[in-house]
């Protein structure tokens, strides 16, 4: 086995994750629920844990509808938490709360468990050299599904995030599509996480599209950044990993933090400031 | 002498309930595998508690209140030492409040003393040298050689803190080695067809169990615990495996199976979970079901390769 038999699934993984995340990236960062992944998946690996309590292996269908059913269930916390203004409370607060409480509960039923729970930890972790080909596939067809729901109902759904006041104003039952919402993310967010594990997965989630924030603002302009970025970072992220000798995810994940500081400063020297 | 059997008995069963009325030795032991060993020795003298139970990291113990509350109350702490408790154990010692547990003092046994360590850093060890253990691997158990050196210790140290039960001590112990003989032998008979047998491991903590049963350890997977592989390690590893003929991956129960089960469906070698200590499973009853159960685990996974 060649290294680039080795490294072409990690990258082709990435590149499939830069679609979608780019994508959700943009819509996540309008709504201003930045951490939400990190929420969506600690909510998801409590459902994984409780299946394997109830005697499910961690890997099995089982598990992973379970871990589906708790995204769901976090899913409508997110949507009927939203408080349109109303009150002082941020969205970004249940956000934390539902993580910090998800995490915690995670923790007291494997402290419960009477074995071989402790991997449980490695859950958010990931190794993205580790996916397989049909791991692959799978999440790609779950990503274009995903993909074009977003597409058909794109008027919705961008209307909701970038203008709620208009959105409200042409009568849209806000909390519903905002449970769509969730739910398609957390359905991306389940199976990105299990590859990638959290970090990597914030990262393609946040960094190409705050890039692309800097430089444009039509949303068309935007995407097509946020994805050459996420190809072209994660492609050199895959290969500063050979060469340096160091782990795939958390190299990506630096070379990120370095292009979106290489490109503010470019914006700085280069640009006129965009108007918002 | 038909009058003399039933005195005896009488005196015997007084005898008995005398002790049981006793206050019992409170052990503590940081392993289950340690806290089997002590009660094998120590018999209905003692009563053990382990810190860490087996299906748990010992590296990483999330200490609980009742930890303090079991050393506030120990007679006798027996660590595996050589810095494996160093994470939780220090703290929870001075929080107890219990002078007798202090290390230097007669209730704190390090159970490493003695034992063959292995993977002793010659030179000095510094921090670029990544997660070394500075005195030795300290996985020490896993040779059931180790296991009788750890229970003569417990054996001479409950002596000294518990004079009365010195008969007690040495028939257990007696009793223990001898069960030990006999099963050392059976397991070195079950693994002898595959001395020489090449392994990978996740992490580097089978080093003891290798040597006693004649494996030979060529990789590891993940050679830093928490930092996944780097590109370069892993197809090393796979390739590794591959001109080796390596046949099995061997992982501690509490990693996740991801990146073994990836490098295993590349190579061809099959992930055997081996458990490094008692209460690993259910099953994993004591000392010796521990190794019953990995020589077991080992064997079956070996078996599938022909």
């Known amino acids: 086995m060649s290294i680039f038999q080795l490294l072409l699934p990690a990258f082709v993984a990435s590149l499939i994750l830069t679609g979608i995340h780019a994508y959700l990236g943009v819509h996540v960062v309008e709504r201003g629920?930045?951490?939400?992944?990190?929420?969506l998946a600690q909510i998801a690996a409590l459902g994984s844990t409780v299946a394997y309590l109830l005697g499910h292996d961690l890997h099995s269908t089982a598990a992973y509808l379970y871990s589906l059913g708790f995204t769901f269930l976090g899913a409508a916390i997110f949507a009927l938490s939203r408080v349109h203004r109303k009150t002082r409370i941020p969205q970004e607060a249940v956000i934390g709360i539902v993580y910090a409480v998800s995490a915690a509960v995670a923790i007291l039923v494997m402290s419960k468990a009477t074995q071989e729970t402790e991997h449980l930890k490695e859950m958010l972790v990931g190794n993205i050299l580790s996916v397989t080909w049909p791991e692959l596939a799978k999440t790609a067809v779950l990503y274009a599904l995903v993909g074009v729901f977003h597409y058909i109902f794109r008027k919705r759904f961008l209307l909701i995030s970038m203008d709620e006041?208009?959105?409200e104003r042409q009568g849209l039952n806000i909390r519903f599509w905002d449970f769509l919402f969730y739910v398609s993310f957390g359905f991306v967010v389940t199976s990105s996480v299990a590859i990638a594990g959290v970090l990597l997965v914030f990262c393609f989630l946040i960094v190409p599209s705050v890039t692309a924030m800097l430089f444009a603002s039509r949303l068309g302009t935007r995407l097509a950044i946020g994805w050459t970025m996420g190809a072209l970072v994660s492609a050199a992220g895959v290969g500063l990993s050979f060469v340096m000798d160091l782990p795939t995810g958390a190299a990506i994940v630096g070379t990120f933090g370095l292009a979106l500081l290489?490109?503010?400063g470019v914006r700085k020297a280069f640009f006129k400031p965009i108007a918002a | 002498m038909k009058r003399t059997l039933p005195i005896l008995l009488a005196f015997a069963a007084l005898a008995s309930f005398g002790s049981a009325a006793e206050a019992k030795l409170r052990v503590v032991t940081s392993l289950q595998d340690l806290a089997s060993i002590a009660q094998a020795v120590g018999g209905d003298r003692v009563?053990?508690?382990a810190l860490a139970k087996g299906y748990q990291d010992p590296h990483f113990v999330d200490a609980k209140p009742s930890f303090v509350l079991q050393l506030s109350r120990a007679d006798l702490l027996i660590v595996a030492g050589l810095e494996l408790e160093i994470g939780y154990l220090p703290p929870l010692i001075d929080q107890s409040r219990n002078d007798k547990v202090h290390p230097g003092n007669p209730g704190y046994?390090?159970?490493?003393?003695g034992a063959n360590i292995l993977q002793r850093p010659t030179t000095q060890v510094t921090r670029a040298m990544g997660d070394v253990h500075p005195y030795g691997n300290p996985h020490y158990w896993t040779d059931p050689a180790n296991?009788?050196?750890?229970a003569r210790a417990i054996a001479a140290r409950l002596t000294q803190l518990d004079a009365a039960g010195a008969a007690a001590y040495q028939k257990n112990l007696a009793a223990f080695e001898a069960r030990l003989t006999q099963k050392q032998a059976e397991w070195q008979a079950k693994m002898a067809p595959y001395a020489g047998t090449k392994v990978v491991t996740f992490h580097d903590s089978?080093?003891?169990?290798?040597?006693?049963?004649?494996?030979?350890?060529v990789g590891h997977v993940e050679p830093k615990p928490g930092i996944p592989p780097s590109p370069t390690h892993t197809l090393e590893t796979i390739n590794l495996i591959q001109t080796q003929k390596v046949p099995v991956i061997l992982v501690e129960p509490y990693f996740d199976?991801?990146?073994?089960?990836?490098?295993a469906g590349k190579s061809g070698a099959a992930v055997v979970i081996l458990y490094p200590s008692v209460g690993g499973t259910p099953a994993i009853k004591d000392y010796f079901s521990l190794f019953d159960t990995d020589i077991d685990a080992f064997l079956a996974a070996m078996k599938g390769k022909k």
């Open chain 1, 33 to 39: 629920v930045i951490f939400v992944d990190l929420s």
């Open chain 1, 165 to 167: 006041q208009e959105a």
């Open chain 1, 262 to 264: 290489l490109l503010a």
């Open chain 2, 47 to 49: 009563e053990t508690f």
């Open chain 2, 109 to 113: 046994l390090d159970a490493s003393v």
């Open chain 2, 147 to 150: 296991g009788r050196v750890v």
């Open chain 2, 206 to 217: 089978w080093p003891n169990f290798a040597k006693a049963f004649k494996l030979v350890i």
């Open chain 2, 257 to 263: 199976r991801k990146t073994p089960d990836y490098i």
